[in-house]
């Protein structure tokens, strides 16, 4: 009976090895403060995956499992044992995520470096990831703030605001990029009055004000959320202290106009865009496959999943060291051009042993581990809508 | 030397905000002074009810506003100030029928009415969390402004500006005209004189024919509007989130020691030092002080006390300062 149970589960055991099903990790904040939109990012990378199982050209005709696990986006203990959970119980070769910048550098630290799993994060944008040494394990298809933080610095020189006050909201993502922002406009012969961190959720915001108003300056800029921010910058237009603002990223949103009233005209800020024929591509699929395209970092999403799959294809297993070494491969020049929907191709070209430049739904190109280039979009705020001046 | 300037400015930055939020927390500090006086606990779940109370009338603004009903230009919220007032007086004397009597009648030490209230404030902050979620609320409308900093700089011709927004207009006006109907009520009516006479000695009063079940009614009445109108007034000045509902019990309960507990007078004092003490220690005082000094003379620092990061602070360490050196208020209270 023992004998027979045993061999019955060796013979399960076998069969399944025979599907050749590979798993790899979602890690996003499906709980906490995204909780909004890491359904829509993981229903995007879920896509990727699911168009390289359909493909049958994946490793020889093997399929991928995805595997979603939380994230928090805040808690980092809880997003170091989903990680863990992922790796040594799901046995996932590869990690999309995670989200946040906190939990993705936690998770990077203790579990996926000591691990030796690779990690891609569609949304953490700190700068801290350029330099932060990790093997060659780390990835992300949103470009880091320090670049956000140059290009929003030269838009202020270039419409003529060389003396600005700045704020950021109190966390590593406010703090990266406020030096990253301060370092370019000190370079380029700018003064900053004053730097003042914010809280976010307060009440209350005319004493940070205030003190912005103090040191003076022409225009003030706020890098934070919509809530924080947005209250600095309604706040700080309301007691007469400023009139121009800049805001990065983290403030884009419909909200924040609705919630900030008439201060908010003709703001001008940054945010990570994509566009182009792989941008259409990705908004056809998501559309044919009922998955929010306009939701943030849906694109990125994709890609990272997309990259994971292809560096497995590229390294012929699907091992997080063969993924590792192949993501900068798939992911850079040479090769054939591969956008969203033609992923099966990118499969072919890889198994016949020709070489891939992955575009994606967001151009993709990757500078070395933990950095990626990133288009950005300027636009400004008009009649309360959002108006693109270009794109850098 | 530009004096309006500087004053103006000051008054922008610092005193209206500072001169509304104290009139905030005066109203909270009134209820802790009161039920510290008569019913002789630390009231914890104040900030709690506080913003039960505040959810309630967001309710009504929100009843009202689907049909159309309000008051233009003054916020709606106004108009549902008496529905919130009806259900925390009911939530208030429904937590003291099944908690706080019972501790009544077993005349239980203050310490235990303490932790009671500690219960009810996790309750209470839960049932909020539960209507309203934990994010923010504005139920702000009408008009925003009395007048913006353009129309001020327009009207005197100054470099500086100076906004009023009608928030901070009605609360300050409020706030007076409540601690006047709350003094006449207490100094003339019976019973406000029979919650004097409760509090200055409980036997002395159930002797003279003074029913102490009445007055624990009339006293948590009395909080439940000190509460809404608190609660509703912070709410159309800075917005309602619940934590910050909460946030609000240490500098109420600042202001309450610091005047005295158990002193009316004292609470309203109280409530207006520290609001300035916390707004005026972190303020940068260069714009002023630029506008004051003489020609050359103009500071290059940001004179600024402490970092704006530090309110709290302030606000700790007045308590600690009054505790350690005049336990008693500056009004001659009773001592925790």
Same mark, same amino acid.
């Given at each position: ?212 108003? &103090?040191? /003076?300056?022409?225009? @003030?800029?706020?890098? +934070?959320? !919509?809530?924080?921010? *947005?209250?600095?910058?309604? $706040? ?37 865009w994509a566009e182009g024929e792989g941008t259409e591509a990705f908004n056809a699929l998501a559309e044919a496959a009922g998955v929010q395209a306009g939701s943030s970092f849906t694109r990125e999403s994709y890609d990272a999943a997309a990259l994971l799959a292809l560096a497995a294809q590229a390294a012929g297993e699907a091992t997080p060291a063969g993924i590792a ?18 992923? &099966?191709? /990118?499969?072919?070209? @890889?198994?016949?042993? +020709?070489? !891939?430049?992955?575009? *994606?739904?967001?151009?993709? $190109? ?27 | ?45 104040h900030g709690d009810t506080m913003a039960l109370g505040t959810a309630a009338v967001i309710g009504g603004t929100w009843f009202l506003q689907a049909r159309g009903i309000g008051i233009d230009p003054l916020p709606t919220a106004l108009l549902a100030v008496p529905f919130g007032i009806l259900v925390l007086t009911g939530y208030l004397l429904v937590a003291d029928r ?239």
């Amino acid at each position: 009976m023992k004998k027979m149970l045993l061999a019955s589960t060796a013979l399960a055991f076998s069969a399944s090895m025979a599907m050749a099903d590979v798993k790899m990790g979602v890690l996003l904040g499906f709980t906490g403060p995204i909780e909004s939109v890491t359904p829509h990012m993981a229903d995007a990378a879920e896509m990727a995956f699911r168009e390289v199982s359909e493909s049958g050209l994946f490793l020889g005709g093997e399929t991928i499992t995805p595997v979603r696990a939380d994230s928090t986006c805040l808690d980092a203990s809880a997003a170091q044992t989903a990680a863990e959970r992922l790796i040594s119980s799901d046995g996932v070769v590869a990690i999309m995520g995670a989200d946040c910048t906190p939990v993705t550098m936690a998770v990077l630290q203790n579990v996926a470096l000591s691990a030796g799993v690779p990690m891609i994060s569609p949304s953490a944008t700190s700068p801290a990831f350029t330099t932060t040494e990790s093997n060659g394990l780390f990835f992300r298809t949103a470009p880091s703030d320090a670049r956000q933080g140059a290009i929003l610095a030269g838009i202020v020189m270039e419409r003529g605001f060389d003396t600005v006050a700045l704020t950021y909201t109190n966390n590593d993502y406010g703090a990266g990029f406020a030096n990253a922002f301060e370092e370019s406009f000190l370079a380029a012969g700018g003064t900053i009055t004053s730097k003042v961190a914010h809280e976010e959720a307060r009440g209350d915001y005319s004493a940070e004000v205030g003190q912005l108003a &103090a040191a /003076g300056g022409d225009a @003030l800029v706020i890098l +934070g959320y !919509i809530d924080g921010g *947005g209250s600095m910058l309604r $706040t700080a237009y309301e007691l007469g202290a400023f009139e121009t603002f800049f805001i990065g990223d983290g403030m884009f949103g419909d909200e924040l106009i609705a919630s900030v009233g008439e201060g908010i005209e003709g703001t001008i800020g940054t945010i990570p865009w994509a566009e182009g024929e792989g941008t259409e591509a990705f908004n056809a699929l998501a559309e044919a496959a009922g998955v929010q395209a306009g939701s943030s970092f849906t694109r990125e999403s994709y890609d990272a999943a997309a990259l994971l799959a292809l560096a497995a294809q590229a390294a012929g297993e699907a091992t997080p060291a063969g993924i590792a070494a192949n993501i900068l491969n798939v992911a850079n020049e040479p090769g054939e051009p591969i956008l969203p929907g033609e992923l &099966a191709r /990118g499969l072919e070209i @890889l198994a016949n042993g +020709g070489e !891939i430049n992955y575009m *994606g739904a967001t151009n993709v $190109t990757l500078v070395g581990p933990g950095e990626a280039a990133g288009f950005y979009r300027e636009y400004v705020i008009e009649n309360g809508e959002y108006v693109t001046v270009q794109f850098h | 030397m530009e004096p309006l300037n500087a004053l103006v400015s000051v008054s922008n930055f610092m005193l209206i905000p500072a001169f509304a939020y104290g009139s905030q927390l005066a109203l909270g500090a009134l209820g802790i002074t009161l039920i510290f006086s008569i019913l002789r606990f630390a009231h914890f779940a104040h900030g709690d009810t506080m913003a039960l109370g505040t959810a309630a009338v967001i309710g009504g603004t929100w009843f009202l506003q689907a049909r159309g009903i309000g008051i233009d230009p003054l916020p709606t919220a106004l108009l549902a100030v008496p529905f919130g007032i009806l259900v925390l007086t009911g939530y208030l004397l429904v937590a003291d029928r099944f908690v706080y009597r019972y501790y009544r009648k077993v005349k239980a030490k203050p310490m235990i009415f303490v932790m009671a209230s500690l219960g009810v404030m996790f309750i209470t902050n839960g049932i909020t969390r539960l209507f309203m979620g934990v994010g923010e609320t504005r139920f702000e409308d009408g008009e925003r402004f009395l007048f913006t900093v353009r129309q001020f700089r327009d009207w005197s011709g100054l470099d500086e500006g100076m906004a009023l927004r009608s928030a901070q207009a009605i609360t300050i006006i409020t706030a007076l005209v409540v601690m006047v109907a709350l003094f006449w009520f207490l100094n003339r009516t019976r019973a406000g004189k029979s919650m004097r006479a409760y509090s200055d000695n409980e036997d002395l009063a159930l002797l003279s024919g003074i029913n102490p079940e009445r007055v624990v009614v009339i006293t948590w009445v009395i909080t439940a509007i000190l509460l809404v109108l608190a609660g509703t007034l912070y709410g159309l000045d800075k917005g309602f989130r619940p934590f910050n509902y909460f946030q609000l019990l240490l500098p109420m309960f600042a202001a309450a020691i610091l005047g005295g507990l158990g002193s009316p007078i004292g609470a309203i004092v109280g409530a207006y030092v520290v609001a300035f003490a916390e707004m005026g220690i972190t303020f940068a005082w260069r714009r002023v002080v630029t506008y004051l000094a003489p020609e050359g003379m103009e500071p290059s620092s940001m004179m600024q006390l402490l970092p704006v990061d530090y309110k709290f602070a302030v606000t700790f360490a007045i308590l600690v300062i009054v505790l350690l050196f005049r336990p008693t208020g500056i009004f001659k209270g009773k001592v925790l």
